[in-house]
Every structure is written in structure tokens, then in C-alpha cells.
């Protein structure tokens, strides 16, 4: 198991930034890929972003390229969602995924192509 924790939600106006963490611990050596998925009330899971093992490879939603950034660090088991001119309808409940799977872009936009998730963390957008 891979117990994922995420960190950095909260309240912020439009055009707001916020990082948001996602912690992991127990086996990570067994993790490869890493992503971030969201779910608006009312609406499916949705991916926003993933990240490789070493950060080479990435894959953003067309609708957060170039306003989120994600990177990881993982020497501290941590990955991280940078998110820039955030917009009311970014409001969501942000999630963090781990792959044990090597990163490939025909599949990290998939939520099955995940082993292990996180409880969430709540983003909300003011307009």
C-alpha cells in the first residue's frame, strides 16, 4: 500500500494561485507515475495532470495547460500541483494518484491506469 495524503486546498478570489501536496509513504519505491485529478460537485473524476518517475514526461488537461504546474520531489515522497490564474470553474476536489505503471501518455489520463489515491483536498474559487 501507498497511503497518499494531499495538502494546500482552500479559498482563494479568481486569478489566485495555491500549491497544493500530496505526500506519500509505505512502499513509494513502487511508484512511477503520479497524477492529479479533480471532481467539480455534480460532475465525473477528471485528470489534470501527471508526471513521470523523474519529471521528464508530463501531461496537462487542455483546459489548465499552461496555468497548473506539476513537479515531485522524490527524495521527500512528495508531488505537487502548482496552480496559477485559477478560475471559479477550477473549483474543485483536487486528488492525487500514484502509478506503479511506467509513465505513458496513451494511458495517465485514465483513472484506472492509477493503484493508489488520496482523500482529496478542496479547492474553491471565487469569482
Known amino acids: 500500500q501507498v497511503p497518499l495524503v494531499e495538502s494546500g486546498g482552500g479559498l482563494v478570489q479568481a486569478g489566485g494561485s495555491l500549491r497544493l501536496s500530496c505526500v506519500a509513504s509505505g512502499r513509494t519505491f513502487s511508484m512511477d507515475t503520479m497524477g492529479w485529478f479533480r471532481q467539480a460537485p455534480g460532475k465525473a473524476r477528471e485528470f489534470v495532470a501527471a508526471?513521470?518517475?523523474?519529471?521528464?514526461?508530463?501531461d496537462y488537461a487542455d483546459s489548465v495547460k499552461g496555468r497548473f504546474t506539476v513537479s515531485r520531489d522524490n527524495a521527500k515522497n512528495t508531488q505537487y500541483l502548482q496552480l496559477n490564474s485559477l478560475k471559479p470553474e477550477d473549483t474543485a476536489v483536487y486528488y492525487c494518484?500514484?502509478?506503479?505503471?511506467?509513465?505513458?501518455?496513451?494511458?495517465?489520463?485514465?483513472?484506472?491506469?492509477?493503484?493508489?489515491w488520496g482523500q482529496g483536498t478542496q479547492v474553491t474559487v471565487s469569482s
Open positions: 494518484a500514484a502509478a506503479v505503471s511506467r509513465f505513458s501518455a496513451k494511458v495517465v489520463r485514465k483513472i484506472d491506469a492509477y493503484d493508489y
Open positions: 508526471i513521470s518517475r523523474y519529471g521528464v514526461s508530463t
